[in-house]
């Protein structure tokens, strides 16, 4: 398997942990994925970033190459492929050169919520360490909340679960990512038997405050 490069929208942006996770990557740029937008869905006090499909909307991202080893520790922190799947991308370049490469994704099913302080810390020191327009971030942020908050009062009894769906296959985002509505049905119930990853609580990323797999 030889190097590839690599999509970061999230945690990953941030280059202290990625010099600690995968030793081996080298930034290659910063750009946009278009079409999509940034949000924070998982739990209700833990959320992780991810990105979904939506008309009119940008995403700044940084691109890495990565080298196998770095894969197969994303793939560990990720919780891949039971809770992250993979998807190749278009990415813009700042430069003006176009590329194709791997980006994780959560199930788009998964409920809007509010990222932990140390998450969202990271995340925009990532911004910060690329040059991106935390604004963006911002704006994910007020759009998440707003979403989660008018989850909440319509329904009330809504529990909203921390494990993540097992079930997503590629060909089912395929499908969803065609139907894609990002009004669908809140009260949806998702489950997960999966057995949870051990954390590494020597990692200078973890924190106690509830993040177990902490989004790109």
């Not at 010099?19 to 999509?36: F, H, Q, S």
């Not at 793939?75 to 980006?103: C, I, T, W």
């Not at 529990?159 to 894609?180: A, G, K, L, V, W």
Request: proline share 4%; hydrophobic share 30%.
């Amino acid at each position: 398997m030889s190097k590839r490069l690599y999509v970061a929208y999230g945690s990953n942006l941030n280059v202290s942990q990625m010099a600690y996770r995968c030793p081996t990557a080298k930034l290659y740029g910063t750009g946009v994925i278009e079409d999509y937008a940034l949000q924070f869905k998982g739990s209700s006090e833990s959320a992780f970033a991810t990105i979904a499909p939506k008309n009119g909307s940008s995403v700044p991202v940084a691109v890495w190459e990565i080298q196998p080893g770095d894969e197969k520790s994303l793939d560990r922190y990720e919780g891949y492929p039971s809770h992250y799947f993979k998807k190749n991308v278009a990415v813009q370049l700042d430069n003006g050169q176009e590329v194709n490469a791997m980006v994780y994704i959560m199930n788009l099913k998964m409920n809007f919520g509010m990222p932990s302080t140390h998450y969202y810390r990271t995340v925009h020191q990532g911004y910060m360490d690329c040059g991106l327009d935390t604004d963006v971030l911002a704006e994910a942020l007020k759009d998440s909340a707003q979403k989660f908050y008018t989850s909440a009062v319509r329904f009330p009894s809504y529990q909203i679960r921390m494990n993540f769906p097992s079930n997503t296959s590629h060909d089912e985002y395929e499908s969803e990512e065609e139907d894609y509505d990002e009004d669908y049905d809140e009260e949806e119930e998702m489950c997960c038997d999966d057995e949870e990853e051990e954390l590494d609580e020597s990692d200078p990323f973890y924190s106690s405050d509830g993040m177990q797999w902490r989004g790109m």
